[in-house]
């Protein structure tokens, strides 16, 4: 079964500065998608960034990217600038090529806080 | 285009009782899925459906169940509530194409008593 491990259950970085978050899963396919989402206090699950596996370049959205280690089984979200209004739990979740589930394996989350 | 809506958003259960939460998914996606997120156990998988029928099942005891409508609309229920089943219960959609992304509802909070 697939798993997703977050190894860091808070973080925390001043505003405008760079944060790394990590994420590691294990899995036997070759062929998957990886997601970061953001959970604010509202509890709403808001997708951050996705890649997937047979992109070798590396998924950026504005302030936010990530560092895609296939062969480590590695997926880091990198926050440039980071903004008060990123403060939230984010999730690393693993989801198995179409066809068969659209299941999102989740980790256990890291929180993270800005300090202004 | 409104977003995944979701039924109650609160709400409080005596153990024993049975509880049915709704989900109506993005206008046009067919898939549905349910999680249930506790501070123990995190984001679990619940079930998912597409047209009407469910696809996958997650690791839960049968008083866990769901349903899609041909409206694509989902219901679940929890028959039986324990204390343990207190949860925010996440229900996502999306439009089953290949590398689509899945959306989340802002959820249903249910505290047992």
């Known amino acids: 079964a697939q798993t997703v491990t977050q190894s860091q259950p808070e973080m925390s970085v001043q505003e405008a500065e760079t944060v790394t978050l990590s994420c590691t899963y294990d899995?036997?396919?070759?062929?998957?998608?990886l997601f970061w989402y953001k959970q604010p206090p509202s509890r709403q699950m808001i997708l951050v960034i996705r890649?997937?596996?047979?992109?070798?370049q590396n998924a950026t959205e504005n302030r936010f990217s990530v560092n895609f280690q296939k062969a480590a089984k590695s997926f880091s979200l990198k926050i440039s600038d980071s903004q008060l209004g990123d403060a939230a739990m984010y999730f690393c979740?693993?989801?198995?090529?179409?066809?068969?589930?659209?299941?999102?394996?989740f980790g256990k989350g890291t929180k993270l806080t800005v300090n202004p | 285009k409104a977003g995944v809506t979701q039924t109650p958003r609160y709400l409080i259960k005596t153990r024993g009782q049975q509880v049915t939460l709704s989900c109506s998914p993005i206008?046009?996606?067919?898939?549905v899925s349910w999680y249930q997120q506790t501070p123990g156990q995190g984001l679990q998988f619940l079930f998912e459906?597409?047209?009407?029928?469910?696809?996958n099942k997650g690791n839960f005891p049968g008083r866990f169940s769901g349903r899609q409508f041909s409206n694509s609309r989902s219901e679940m229920n929890v028959s039986t509530l324990e204390l343990g089943d207190s949860a925010l219960y996440l229900c996502?959609?999306?439009?089953?194409?290949?590398?689509?992304?899945?959306?989340f509802g802002e959820g249903s909070w249910l505290t047992v008593v």
């Open positions: 996502a959609s999306s439009p089953w194409a290949e590398g689509n992304t899945i959306y």
């Open positions: 899995t036997s396919e070759s062929d998957y998608y």
């Open positions: 890649q997937e596996a047979y992109k070798q």
């Open positions: 979740a693993y989801r198995a090529p179409q066809g068969g589930s659209e299941k999102l394996v």
């Open positions: 206008s046009g996606h067919r898939s």
């Open positions: 459906y597409f047209s009407e029928t469910q696809r």
